[in-house]
T-cell receptor, first 111, second 114 residues
Framework: DAGVIQSPRHEVTEMGQEVTLRCKPI?????LFWYRQTMMRGLELLIY????????DSGMPEDRFSAKMPNASFSTLKIQPSEPRDSAVYFC?????????FGPGTRLLVL | SQQGEEDPQALSIQEGENATMNCSYK?????LQWYRQNSGRGLVHLIL?????REKHSGRLRVTLDTSKKSSSLLITASRAADTASYFC??????????????FGQGTELSVKP
């Protein structure tokens, strides 16, 4: 199994631009999670889906952030417009049970 | 807000010594998990202990859970330089038919010197 796949691995963009992060969960897993990690705030859960349905989006910082899961094998996290304070590592994780499997992360830098 | 708080924030030891990290949490849980993160990588699951368990072992790892004190500890015995990483505890609350989520602590940064 290839594990959780995230793309891109690195993204550098300018303030105001739209950023789209992508995630392919492990096949057969029914829950998918988006996290953000920064030195200041640690690892924060942004949103999670169960069977492609958003269950808890209370961690999404503001309306500039949106996430979708159109099918069981793909999810996106979009930031529009991006701001420098959005710079962080964004992780996607999936699970079919109790333990979560993390992707390698997308390192986002907004200038 | 973060559910778990970890202590210490950073720990530096010599190879061969034992490393102990502690985690406290605030609300009831279904299970508590420990994860490891090497620099620049995603988190990797190490061990899970359920709320009705008190102690669990996996190789050089020993985890304890005290639900009355809402705390857990992770012990790594006979540490190696390759154990250098950040270690996170995560508490789980399962919601019937909706999966569940993990709330992570701030982590302990472990440095094992050869």
């Amino acid at each position: 199994d290839a594990g959780v796949i995230q793309s891109p691995r690195h993204e550098v963009t300018e303030m105001g631009q739209e950023v789209t992060l992508r995630c392919k969960p492990i096949s057969g897993h029914n829950s998918l999670f988006w996290y953000r990690q920064t030195m200041m705030r640690g690892l924060e859960l942004l949103i999670y889906f169960n069977n492609n349905v958003p269950i808890d989006d209370s961690g999404m910082p503001e309306d500039r952030f949106s996430a979708k899961m159109p099918n069981a094998s793909f999810s996106t996290l979009k930031i529009q417009p991006s701001e420098p304070r959005d710079s962080a590592v964004y992780f996607c994780a999936s699970t079919g049970g109790e333990t979560q499997y993390f992707g390698p992360g997308t390192r986002l830098l907004v200038l | 807000s973060q559910q778990g708080e970890e202590d210490p924030q950073a720990l530096s030891i010599q190879e061969g010594e034992n490393a102990t990290m502690n985690c406290s949490y605030k609300t009831s849980i279904n299970n508590l998990q420990w994860y490891r993160q090497n620099s620049g990588r995603g988190l990797v699951h190490l061990i899970l202990i359920r709320s009705n368990e008190r102690e669990k072992h996996s190789g050089r790892l020993r985890v304890t859970l005290d639900t009355s004190k809402k705390s857990s500890s992770l012990l790594i015995t006979a540490s190696r330089a390759a154990d250098t990483a950040s270690y996170f505890c995560a508490t789980a609350r399962v919601i019937y038919n909706q999966g569940g989520k993990l709330i992570f602590g701030q982590g302990t940064e472990l440095s094992v010197k050869p």
